[in-house]
């Protein structure tokens, strides 16, 4: 929602209406990557502080400077913080703006991916271990050669291949590497360097991580997003075209990816064949929320199927401040997925 959308609303009404409660009330969550490890769920979220800075675009109102676990041990039930998992000042290549991350096992290891500023002002991905799935997570030294932008997503396939999903634009940088390398100029416009409207959209990007999950095992490659007639959705199609917050689920044998468009604020999805897609536009999984952003994440969780999510609801919409929830979610016996409304009219 625009920056100013929270300005008339009746937050209590809509805390009321809403349906469903933050997960915790203590800190300020977004961005939540949940996953069920050892039949308990954990959820990895960004930690939305107050910068004190005036709003914008880049998120620098944001002092996002570390990462806390929640674990729940059912959907319904409290969650449990575990603190801080991993802090920037320990990341040895990191400055700043740590956004949102995911995480995955393998082997008994738990691996946090996550996205931040280098030296340089550049968002890379970096990855961090731990013997936990509540951490705390230890940073290699060096980002993950050839990553950037944000929002990683790791999905784990039935072969036990390892696919990354990452990429956002505006505050992003997605749009900065249309050249392969670095666009420099114009730092502080998010609008710069974007397709035009009657361009194909930029696209999310995926790469098969090596066995041991801490680099790419290929180079990147475009998500595209088609409509049912098999064209490349458009930029300037900003109901569906992707923004940012990319995640993969298999349901049924079909790779379901979803993601935000960001600006217009809507969760949607796509159905593909394989990992790499394309992928057909195929509807909203969760209309607007309060707040400045919308991202999530879908699990499956003793045979039922749940979206993580946030809003500001809590915060009142003072600077957004984000709050992470859950809601059940429900497929259709065609493989579609019911839109949820995250408040009761």
């Known amino acids: 929602?625009?920056?100013?959308?929270?300005?008339?609303?009746?937050?209590?009404?809509?805390?009321?209406?809403?349906?469903?409660?933050?997960?915790?009330?203590h800190i300020y969550t977004a961005d939540p990557s949940a996953h069920v490890f050892?039949?308990?769920?954990?959820i990895y979220p960004s930690h939305d502080i107050d910068a004190g800075d005036a709003f914008d675009d880049l998120g620098s109102h944001f002092a996002m400077e570390d990462y806390h676990v929640l674990s729940m041990e059912a959907p319904d039930g409290n969650a449990t913080d575990h603190g801080v998992a991993l802090n920037v000042k320990d990341v040895p290549w990191a400055d700043k703006q740590m956004w949102a991350p995911d995480a995955n096992e393998k082997d008994g290891r738990y691996y946090l991916f996550f996205p931040a500023k280098d030296k340089q002002g550049i968002f890379r991905i970096g990855v961090?271990?731990?013997?936990?799935?509540?951490?705390?997570?230890?940073?290699?030294?060096d980002p993950i050669a050839n990553s950037f932008s944000i929002d990683p997503a790791v999905f784990k396939d039935a072969d036990g291949s390892y696919y990354m999903y990452f990429g956002g634009i505006w505050g992003?940088?997605?749009?900065?590497?249309?050249?392969?390398?670095?666009e420099a100029s114009q730092p502080e416009s998010p609008f710069a360097h974007l397709p035009a409207d009657?361009?194909?959209?930029?696209?999310?990007?995926?790469?098969?991580?090596?066995?041991?999950?801490?680099?790419?095992?290929?180079?990147?490659?475009?998500?595209?997003?088609?409509?049912?007639?098999?064209?490349?959705?458009?930029?300037?199609?900003?109901?569906?075209?992707?923004?940012?917050?990319?995640?993969?689920?298999?349901?049924?044998?079909?790779?379901y990816f979803s993601y935000s468009t960001g600006d217009t604020h809507f969760i949607c999805y796509a159905i593909?064949?394989?990992?790499?897609?394309?992928?057909t536009y195929k509807g909203v999984v969760l209309n607007?929320?309060?707040?400045?952003?919308?991202?999530?994440?879908?699990?499956?969780?003793?045979?039922?199927?749940?979206?993580?999510?946030?809003?500001?609801?809590?915060?009142?919409?003072?600077?957004?401040?984000?709050?992470?929830?859950?809601?059940?979610l429900q497929h259709n016996t065609d493989g579609t997925i019911q839109t949820l409304n995250p408040y009761r009219q």
């Open 1 to 25: 929602m625009p920056e100013d959308s929270t300005a008339h609303i009746d937050f209590e009404a809509l805390n009321q209406n809403a349906i469903s409660a933050p997960v915790v009330e």
């Open 172 to 182: 992003g940088q997605l749009q900065r590497w249309r050249k392969e390398t670095f």
């Open 38 to 42: 050892n039949g308990k769920i954990y």
């Open 288 to 328: 607007p929320v309060v707040g400045w952003t919308t991202h999530h994440s879908i699990t499956e969780y003793n045979g039922e199927w749940y979206l993580f999510y946030h809003d500001s609801s809590l915060s009142k919409g003072v600077t957004h401040l984000r709050s992470v929830k859950v809601a059940k």
């Open 128 to 141: 961090a271990v731990s013997e936990s799935p509540s951490g705390p997570f230890t940073a290699q030294a």
């Open 198 to 255: 009657n361009e194909p959209a930029l696209c999310a990007k995926v790469a098969k991580l090596t066995d041991d999950l801490l680099e790419f095992a290929e180079a990147s490659k475009d998500v595209l997003i088609v409509d049912e007639s098999g064209k490349a959705l458009l930029q300037g199609d900003n109901n569906r075209r992707f923004f940012e917050a990319s995640w993969m689920h298999k349901y049924n044998g079909k790779y």
């Open 272 to 279: 593909g064949d394989n990992p790499y897609g394309p992928f």
